[in-house]
């Protein structure tokens, strides 16, 4: 095994040639996904664990987490093991990535594969040793590291390795990235740690300000997911429970399209500085082939209704939403690890 494990990061792979025991991660603060070499994309989950307190053993990950989330009692806990995309709690992300590890394995991959995780852009180097160590305690035998923004551009079919300038902006859970793409490299990049989480936020303030409504956290981001939107003329109607801080009673009201567009106008606004700003970054050169080639919108945000329009009327700039904004990043690590020779630059 030695000897294929050197022979592959030396020539890379061919699908089906050797054995492979690769995979690529996008440990994201929402989602996690995970690729394995020959395979492609095997699990899709949210980045969630519940435990129990008393015992501190881990009861569920994913999707069985993510239902306990704001519902659990004294005894067990629902927690997101990464905020605004890095680890908040090594613990937690150890162990959910162990049962991630499990669940994706089958009989070709080894219990210590070798693993390209995906990275912010922004991450400090404390906070790449904590995705190091967290990996490798959950069994991974090496760890490589590819940027965000990079797996997204390939994912997304951008030729990356070009010279003409390519940007995209990833609006993920717990970050916005915008990145500048040309020659295999990030010429410039914005990232802020602000995504889908502050737009479920948001509208929890905005409900609990106009209606003294009390709602969870899931239920912010069913409310986004149904009927968020920054478009003027959406005019929607959706009921929301919760429960009534005033009289201390559960109640439903009916929100609007306006509503929502009101709750979410300041962080949308912070979304599309970011965009702006990184584009004032973006040398001139670059900046010309963007107006040429547009923008690739990416991350689960860029699903929110309206915003390709307004980030195109605030920009000037063509924008496109990517055709699978949630599985771009590991799609394209993925990519990377089926071609590791060819893309060995990438790697940081
Ligand atoms: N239809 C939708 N409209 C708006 N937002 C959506 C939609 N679908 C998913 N989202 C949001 O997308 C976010 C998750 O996106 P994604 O999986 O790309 O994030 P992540 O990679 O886990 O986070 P990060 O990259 O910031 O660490 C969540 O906030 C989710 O609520
Ligand atoms: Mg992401």
Do not use: W
């Amino acid at each position: 095994m030695a000897i294929f494990g050197a022979l592959n990061s030396i020539f890379g792979r061919k699908p089906g040639t050797l054995l492979s025991n690769s995979m690529a991660i996008d440990l994201g603060t929402a989602n996690t996904l995970v690729y394995l070499q020959g395979r492609g994309i095997v699990l899709e989950q949210p980045s969630v664990v519940a435990i129990n307190r008393e015992t501190n053993e881990l009861v569920a990950v994913g999707h069985d987490a993510k239902a306990m989330l704001g519902r659990t009692g004294t005894t067990l806990q629902a927690l997101k093991p990464l905020k605004d995309g890095v680890i908040t709690n090594a613990t937690a992300t150890m162990a959910m990535l162990r049962e991630f590890f499990s669940m994706a394995k089958t009989r070709r991959i080894s219990m210590r594969p070798r693993v390209l995780v995906c990275v912010p852009s922004g991450i400090t180097e404390v906070e790449v040793s904590a995705v190091r160590t967290a990996l490798e305690r959950a069994g991974a035998r090496e760890v490589l590291l590819v940027s965000e923004p990079l797996a997204s551009a390939i994912g997304v079919g951008i030729p990356v390795e070009g010279a003409a300038g390519n940007m995209v902006v990833d609006i993920g859970g717990g970050t916005t990235e915008v990145a500048v793409i040309s020659l295999s490299s990030i010429s410039a990049n914005n990232s802020i740690r602000i995504g889908g989480d502050e737009i479920d936020n948001a509208i929890s303030i905005y409900l609990k300000k106009q209606y003294s409504l009390l709602i969870g956290e899931r239920t912010a981001e069913l409310v986004k997911i149904r009927m968020g939107t920054v478009l003027e003329d959406d005019d929607e109607e959706y009921e929301v429970s919760g429960l009534d801080f005033v009289n201390g009673i559960p109640e439903t009201y009916i929100i609007n399209s306006e509503d929502i567009r009101k709750a979410l106008k300041e962080v949308v606004g912070t979304i599309v500085e970011a965009v702006r700003h990184g584009l004032e970054k973006t040398p001139p050169e670059l900046a010309s082939d963007i107006v040429d080639r547009g923008v690739v919108l990416t991350g689960g945000g860029a699903l929110l209704r309206g915003l390709d329009r307004l980030l195109m009327s605030e920009t000037g700039l063509p924008i496109r939403v990517a055709d699978n904004p949630l599985s771009c990043t590991v799609l394209g690590a993925g990519l990377i690890l089926e071609d590791i020779y060819r893309y060995r630059n990438l790697l940081l």
